[in-house]
């Protein structure tokens, strides 16, 4: 039987957890969103080496497991002298990672957009990076808003794979609490609603601001 007195206990420890859970996310989106702006312009510029550098980017964080590239910078890095602390490890391979889904993202909403205006553009003698930022991605925005918050979404769950280099998120600290109270079941069930009521907010948010967004459009 499930002990509520005791949940109650702990549940301010486990709490603890989600404003880094939360940081680590947003923190992890805003580099993702760099990387793809990037990479995308990498991609669209039509310099042959930095399109293919941006596809194999793209290619290699989307095409193996999140954990693995979290090890790969918590532990690997230190084989080559570069000490990186747990929290940071983690905003970089969650960004790192989620810079190649946003890539993506942005690109479709960038070629989602009517070619012809592309064209004015160049017409008028804007380059293609000009053409990028003050034409099209403006445009895009508001397209690749609502798969955006998804992926911050996807990024606050994911974030529970850093339980597995000690980063003192939501999963993290649930189980510090079942190494001291050896009630796994209560824990891990209390740590899955809490998640579930912070991806349920920020889907109602989400789909608020798709709604505001599509209304104004």
């Known amino acids: 039987m499930i002990d509520f007195q005791f949940l109650a206990e702990t549940f301010a420890a486990l709490v603890a957890g989600v404003p880094l859970t939360l940081r680590l996310a947003v923190s992890a989106v805003g580099l993702g969103a760099m990387l793809a702006l990037l990479i995308t312009w990498m991609r669209l510029c039509g310099i042959a080496p930095f399109s293919w550098s941006a596809q194999l980017y793209v290619f290699l964080f989307r095409s193996t497991p999140l954990l693995v590239q979290i090890f790969l910078i918590y532990f690997g890095l230190p084989a080559l002298g570069i000490n990186v602390p747990a929290y940071w490890s983690g905003v970089i391979a969650l960004g790192l990672n989620s810079g190649g889904f946003q890539a993506e993202i942005v690109r479709a909403g960038i070629e989602s957009i009517d070619r012809g205006q592309s064209e004015a553009a ?18 895009a925005v508001r397209r690749v808003i609502p798969p955006l918050t998804n992926e911050l979404i996807t990024l606050v769950k994911s974030s529970s794979l850093l339980s597995a280099i000690a980063a003192l998120e939501l999963t993290h600290a649930g189980q510090l609490i079942i ?15 809490i998640y579930l009521l912070i991806v349920s907010l920020l889907s109602r948010a989400s789909a608020l601001l798709e709604q505001r967004v599509f209304v104004n459009y």
Request: charged share 10%; no cysteine.
């Open 122 to 139: 160049r017409s008028i003698g804007m380059s293609r990076f000009q053409t990028l930022i003050f034409i099209l991605v403006p445009q």
């Open 179 to 193: 190494a001291r109270t050896f009630a796994p079941f209560e824990i891990y069930a209390a740590v899955a609603v």
